[in-house]
């Protein structure tokens, strides 16, 4: 079945640091891919995806490119802020009535 | 503007009760979902509906019931609740099983 492994946490960085959250995912077919953020006490909501090889998404500084050949959506900033605090969760869905898949999430935590 | 809407926030309670959580979405969406998520933030998905029929039933007690009256709701009723469903529950939904827009959660506490 479908898989998504994210390295693990907490991640503690200072600001202005730059960040790499590692993501290799196994799947069947040509999976779309995400990455999702939480913020303390929220919902997850979207923070970029792609849904074909080479595609890179990107959304507030952040961006990961869908590598097909290495399995991996790797998330990266150049310069994080404290404001980025949060989990981040790395996803996939293989299309048709399929769940989406999420990886076991990565807590990030920017001192000032 | 609330996309996606759950009550109650908080809800704590007795081991053996019954309780329900209620979700709403007005983003027009077909699909809609519930989560639960465990205090290591793992997340796991519990159910989904596509235009009020089942579509997705993961290995989850019968003690849970999800039922949806309309396309904008999907409830989550819980019977006999034990101490292992203390969890952060989500809901959310999505127009064609891509992004998925999620509630606040309903932060579930059995004592």
């Known amino acids: 079945g479908d898989s998504v492994t994210q390295m693990e946490g907490p991640v503690t960085l200072s600001e202005e640091a730059f960040l790499t959250i590692n993501c290799t995912y196994t799947?069947?077919?040509?999976?779309?891919l995400f990455w999702y953020v939480q913020y303390p006490g929220e919902g997850l909501q979207l923070l970029l995806k792609?849904?074909?090889?080479?595609d890179k998404g990107s959304n507030k500084g952040f961006e990961a490119t869908y590598r097909k050949e290495t399995t991996s959506f790797h998330l990266e900033k150049g310069s994080v802020q404290v404001s980025d605090s949060a989990v981040y969760f790395c996803?996939?869905?293989?299309?048709?009535?399929?769940?989406?898949?999420f990886g076991t999430g990565t807590k990030l935590q920017v001192i000032p | 503007d609330t996309a996606v809407s759950q009550t109650p926030k908080y809800l704590v309670t007795q081991m053996g009760n019954d309780k329900s959580i209620k979700c709403e979405q007005n983003?027009?969406?077909?699909?809609m979902y519930w989560y639960k998520q465990d205090s290591k933030k793992f997340l796991k998905i519990m159910f989904s509906?596509?235009?009020?029929?089942?579509?997705i039933n993961e290995t989850v007690p019968n003690r849970f019931s999800p039922k949806s009256p309309d396309k904008a709701h999907l409830n989550l009723h819980i019977n006999s609740l034990e101490l292992g469903d203390s969890a952060v529950y989500f809901c959310?939904?999505?127009?064609?099983?891509?992004?998925?827009?999620f509630g606040p959660g309903t932060r579930l506490l059995v004592l």
């Open positions: 959310a939904s999505s127009k064609d099983q891509e992004t998925q827009y």
């Open positions: 799947a069947t077919g040509y999976p779309s």
């Open positions: 792609a849904t074909k090889a080479d």
């Open positions: 996803a996939l869905r293989s299309g048709g009535y399929q769940k989406v898949t």
């Open positions: 983003l027009g969406h077909d699909t």
């Open positions: 509906y596509n235009n009020k029929e089942l579509i």
